[in-house]
């Protein structure tokens, strides 16, 4: 059981707009900003988000990160068959005093 | 640029230990956390511990508290964690990461990840 949650899945079509959501409590996603990491198959986890909305060099501005309250959402805009992946969300946790992570979205380009 | 080096995949049997280790290049070794991460097959990730270089202490995951010990070498930045009484459970990726930020700060999140060292346990 993560202590984020998010989706299992979410799917769309080339072009489209896809959005994952992610959940948690004032201890973590209430007091800290979101990480959101992407992970295609077979690779190491790639950082996408960080610090809610900011992209690091090279991601493009299709991905974009927002939080409100304990809830987050990372949302994938013009989508690509390359954006089939993985998604997870991630913060730290001020009760746990480590970080969090979800439990992972699959995003399907149909 | 900055990368994180994973040594190579491991077969061990149930009962014995594993040391896994992850050589930082590219940035001051010592200004960083290293966490390790780990990810079984099919499933999520999950975070094991973290090892802040400059002082060698380390934070531990409660679930992994006594059978993880995370260390460093700064003369080779190298960063290794060692997990020991492996079971058919703690076969997966293993996962070294920088980590920029603080629990003050609002903010931590990893920037850099190894390709990952797969450990295998099986009898």
């Known amino acids: 059981q993560s202590v984020l949650t998010q989706p299992p899945s979410a799917s769309g079509t080339p072009g489209q707009r896809v959005t994952i959501s992610c959940s948690g409590s004032?201890?973590?996603?209430?007091?800290?900003?979101v990480t959101w990491y992407q992970q295609l198959p077979g690779t190491a986890p790639k950082l996408l988000i960080y610090?809610?909305?900011l992209r690091p060099s090279g991601i493009p501005d299709r991905f974009f990160g927002s939080k409100s309250g304990t809830s987050a959402s990372l949302a994938i805009s013009g989508l690509q068959s390359d954006d089939d992946a993985d998604y997870y969300c991630?913060?730290?946790?001020?009760?746990?005093?480590?970080?969090?992570f979800g439990g992972g979205t699959k995003v399907t380009v149909l | 640029q900055v990368r994180l080096a994973q040594s190579g995949a491991e077969v061990k049997q149930p009962g014995a230990s594993v040391k896994v280790s992850c050589k930082a290049s590219?940035?001051?070794?010592?200004?960083?956390?290293i966490n390790w991460v780990r990810q079984a097959t099919g499933q999520g990730l999950e975070w094991m511990g973290r090892?802040?270089?400059?002082?060698?202490?380390?934070g531990y995951s409660q679930k992994f508290q006594g059978r993880v010990t995370l260390t460093r070498d700064t003369s080779t930045s190298t960063a290794y964690m060692e997990v020991s009484s492996l079971t058919s459970e703690d076969t997966a990726v293993y996962y070294c990461?920088?980590?920029?930020?603080?629990?003050?700060?609002?903010?931590?999140?990893?920037?850099?990840w190894g390709k990952g060292t797969t450990v295998t346990v099986s009898s």
């Open positions: 004032s201890s973590n996603l209430g007091s800290n900003t």
């Open positions: 090892m802040f270089p400059n002082s060698g202490n380390a």
């Open positions: 991630a913060t730290w946790d001020d009760s746990l005093s480590s970080p969090v």
């Open positions: 610090r809610s909305n």
């Open positions: 990461a920088r980590a920029l930020g603080s629990s003050s700060s609002g903010y931590y999140y990893m920037d850099v």
């Open positions: 590219g940035y001051t070794f010592t200004n960083f956390d």
